[in-house]
T-cell receptor
Framework: EDQVTQSPEALRLQEGESSSLNCSYTVSGLRGLFWYRQDPGKGPEFLFTLYSAGEEKEKERLKATLTKKESFLHITAPKPEDSATYLC????????????FGRGTSLIVHP | GAGVSQSPSNKVTEKGKDVELRCDPISGHTALYWYRQSLGQGLEFLIYFQGNSAPDKSGLPSDRFSAERTGGSVSTLTIQRTQQEDSAVYLCASIYHSGANVLTFGAGSRLTVL
């Protein structure tokens, strides 16, 4: 059974204080690992897809990296508008395409 | 439409009543997914459709839950005899086809069972 564990559950940062969110996964052959951002009262919004260990993707202050067991979402010099819940999901190769999600990390960035 | 549309956005019902939640996916998206998000929990998979067929119903929590999709477009999730533990946000997502990568989510339907 595919499993995704995200840590920490919650993170409070001061504006400009860089940090990282972790997503550990267990899957029988990784097809893809996804990061989504979810704002209160809204559905998740896609950020990145990573496919193989060593791959990195960047978007503004966010950078996602992938190893064979985990992914990190690095947030550099965050701003209050980066406050949201960040969700990680994986899909397995073979079989049906059903993303398995973690519980998310709730990030609050204080001005 | 431009995005995935869900209705109602909020539904308050009494225990034992039936509810229907609607999802209108992005035009041309052949695959449609339903997830449930309870407070403090991750997204729990319920069911997905490829066209009008549901290859995987394994996530439906009980036989009180059912879903259908007609015309390869709109989907309805029905919960019969609602219970308080059914209270959650029900999220719908669509994708161009099930082999593609990125889900586009609607804003969700928040269900509260009193």
């Amino acid at each position: 059974e595919d499993q995704v564990t995200q840590s920490p559950e919650a993170l409070r940062l001061q504006e400009g204080e860089s940090s990282s969110l972790n997503c550990s996964y267990t899957v029988s052959g990784l097809r893809g690992l996804f990061w989504y951002r979810q704002d209160p009262g809204k559905g998740p919004e896609f950020l990145f897809t990573l496919y193989s260990a060593g791959e990195e993707k960047e978007k503004e202050r966010l950078k996602a990296t992938l190893t064979k067991k985990e992914s990190f979402l690095h947030i550099t010099a965050p701003k209050p508008e980066d406050s949201a819940t960040y969700l990680c999901a994986v899909t397995a190769s073979g079989g049906s395409y059903i993303p398995t999600f973690g519980r998310g990390t709730s990030l609050i960035v204080h001005p | 439409g431009a995005g995935v549309s869900q209705s109602p956005s909020n539904k308050v019902t009494e225990k034992g009543k039936d509810v229907e939640l609607r999802c209108d996916p992005i035009s041309g998206h052949t695959a449609l997914y339903w997830y449930r998000q309870s407070l403090g929990q991750g997204l729990e998979f319920l069911i997905y459709f490829q066209g009008n067929s549901a290859p995987d119903k394994s996530g439906l929590p009980s036989d009180r839950f059912s879903a259908e999709r007609t015309g390869g477009s709109v989907s309805t999730l029905t919960i019969q005899r609602t219970q308080q533990e059914d209270s959650a946000v029900y999220l719908c997502a669509s994708i161009y086809h099930s082999g593609a990568n990125v889900l586009t989510f609607g804003a969700g339907s928040r269900l509260t069972v009193l």
